[in-house]
């Protein structure tokens, strides 16, 4: 049977998401994989099996962590470990005769907004996913902008207490520390010593209940300064906000917004919109679907 379609994967450490394209109709689907992610062997056979469901001529992927360009393998993702160090172009390619593509998940979040979400028409566009970590992409005048290596707008390894939280990498104080599900968790604790989870306490913050909106607040003002960061060093003129934490708690976009004015330079600040996304828990599987299809 002939190779038809164009294929958007983005793996992450609980599913494949999967968008695919063809005759211009889309199909989104994804497959759980939190029970074999870490046996590199099935998750390359998952993969397989995938490609065999839908044939496609191409195929692009986002996949979670730091991915070397130059060298094509994955090289650091604590959420998809049993991947680090492989080349999974070069291994698909063993055996299918495909186009494929591959890029950071965050990056090609941004990019599918781009493409098909609320990115559109954007000259430089940053979209930031908050969920278990805070993921940076940008697109530049219609091009993901990935740095030489690859490893462009890791935001939320930024620092911004010398002294603060250790990161899930390791590092003292990243934004991600802050603004993430487990940043939620860790504040949460700290003022209730209470231990729930993100998603405990985001539903505890949308029915009112005083601590969780306060942690809520908190959160929003770490992310004001890894906004104000992006705009002193950007100048973007959109900034999208994705992820599960917004998708469950719109509110923080706001919330950010009102705290960014008194911070940043007000040049960036005039001619920045801040959006949240449109393409939900898909958005990364659109960018691997659009950067396949500009190849
Ligand atoms: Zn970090």
Redesign the pocket.
């Known amino acids: 049977m002939n190779k038809e379609g164009i294929l958007g994967l983005d793996i992450g450490g609980t599913y494949i998401k999967i968008v695919f394209k063809k005759d211009n109709q889309i199909i989104k689907d994804k497959e759980y994989i939190a029970d074999i992610k870490s046996s590199a062997d099935k998750l390359i056979d998952k993969i397989f099996k995938i490609l065999e469901k839908y044939n496609p001529k191409k195929v692009g992927i986002a996949v979670a962590g730091l991915y070397d360009e130059k060298e094509e393998r994955l090289i650091q993702s604590p959420n998809i470990k049993s991947l680090e160090g492989l080349n999974i172009k070069q291994i698909i390619q063993e055996k299918n005769d495909l186009d494929i593509v591959i890029q950071n998940d965050a990056t090609l979040a941004a990019y599918g907004e781009y493409k098909y979400g609320a990115g559109k028409d954007s000259k430089i566009l940053v979209c930031l996913t908050l969920g278990t970590g805070l993921g940076g992409g940008l697109v530049v005048n219609g091009k993901p902008f990935i740095g030489v290596s690859g490893s462009a707008m890791e935001i ?2 930024t620092t911004i207490d010398t002294n603060g939280w250790i ?5 003292k104080g ?1 934004l ?2 802050y603004v993430s599900s487990y940043g939620i968790e860790r504040l949460y604790f700290i003022k209730t010593d209470i231990y729930k989870t993100s998603f405990e306490i985001i539903t505890l913050a949308n029915e009112g209940k005083k601590e969780a909106i306060e942690v809520m607040e908190e959160v929003s003002k770490y992310l004001a300064y890894g906004l104000m960061n992006i705009l002193h060093t950007i100048n973007p003129d959109r900034i999208l906000l994705a992820g599960g934490i917004v998708e469950n708690y719109p509110l923080i976009e706001e919330m950010a917004y009102s705290n960014l004015k008194s911070l940043s330079f007000s040049l960036p600040f005039r001619d920045v919109d801040i959006k949240l996304a449109k393409l939900g828990e898909f958005s990364g599987s659109f960018g691997a679907l659009a950067l396949a299809e500009s190849v």
Do not use: D, P, V
């Not at 990161?167 to 590092?171: I, L, N, Y």
């Open positions: 939320g390894h990161c899930h990498c390791g590092r990243c991600e520390s």
